[in-house]
């Protein structure tokens, strides 16, 4: 099998660069006019499927959406994984992992195990329990070709506390990147990617010679705009990988007005 980075390129050179958020918040169902119920929370995400599937690059399901049902949600999870890569597109599971190392073995073969049914084909991994701990996630990516995404900098207004806090090398967030990027240059590797929020007017973090894939969420519905990007991220735009979630849903559940705003995310 091809590294993640290159199924990503493969995908976002054919669809465009563009990450469509499965985020099945209670509102959205109800406005769509579906129960909130395990079976209701299916047909929803496999609304969007069928929709963007063969048009869009990568899918992000937000694991939580999906526990709040329990095992049934749980199950929902593994079969959307399993119609995104059907469609053709790339996963990443928005699980925000991470603990201590011990226990990030688990997590780890749980979201990047070979066969895991709950593996896509990236995950978001939380490295505030220590970068090093993360090692067990970044062990498996390499080996079975999935990537994963490191927050650093995130797009909500309390991220800062913690993220640009001055440790030992500058802020927090930057020794993130910083680790991030060395250990792709070690392992010979470019499953290691960030999270970086498209939310700030400027990120305070300086990511212009990262070497992995930089997902961009808080576009659309928290105010970040497609356009802004390519200042903010300046030499580094070329590995980021914008994320919209409710800016694009809202639109739904019609099939054509979802393709529309994806449309109109890709142009601007
Ligand atoms: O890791 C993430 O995906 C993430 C990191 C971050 O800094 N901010 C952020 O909004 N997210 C996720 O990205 C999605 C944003 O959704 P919208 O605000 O609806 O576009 C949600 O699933 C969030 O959990």
Not at 168 to 174: D, E, I, K, T
């Amino acid at each position: 099998m091809s590294t993640y980075r290159q199924r990503l390129k493969e995908v976002v050179a054919a669809r465009g660069n563009l990450c469509v958020g499965i985020d099945p918040h209670a509102n959205l169902l109800s406005s769509w006019g579906m129960p909130l119920t395990a079976s209701g929370l299916e047909t929803y995400c496999r609304t969007i499927v069928d929709a963007l599937g063969e048009t869009v690059a990568v899918f992000k399901p937000q694991a939580a959406f999906f526990e709040v049902y329990g095992s049934a949600g749980m199950a929902v999870l593994e079969r959307v994984l399993a119609d995104i890569r059907a469609a053709g597109a790339l996963s990443i599971v928005d699980a925000k992992r991470g603990d201590i190392g011990s226990t990030m073995e688990a997590y780890a073969e749980a979201y990047l195990g070979k066969d895991s049914p709950l593996a896509g084909d990236a995950v978001t991994l939380s490295p505030y329990l220590g970068f090093g701990s993360l090692m067990p996630a970044f062990e498996r990516a390499v080996a079975f070709d999935k990537g994963v995404y490191v927050l650093a900098r995130t797009s909500n207004p309390e991220g800062g506390q913690v993220q640009l806090a001055l440790g030992r090398g500058g802020s927090v967030a930057q020794e993130v990147v910083d680790a991030a990027k060395e250990l792709n240059t070690r392992a010979r590797t470019r499953a290691i990617g960030l999270v970086v929020g498209g939310t700030h007017g400027s990120l305070g973090i300086d990511v212009s010679d990262f070497n992995g894939s930089i997902l961009v969420p808080g576009i659309g519905a928290q105010g970040g705009r497609m356009e802004d990007l390519p200042g903010l991220f300046g030499a580094a735009f070329d590995n980021v990988l914008p994320m919209v979630g409710r800016g694009i849903l809202q639109a739904g559940p019609d099939a054509e007005a979802l393709r529309r705003r994806v449309s109109t995310f890709l142009a601007e």
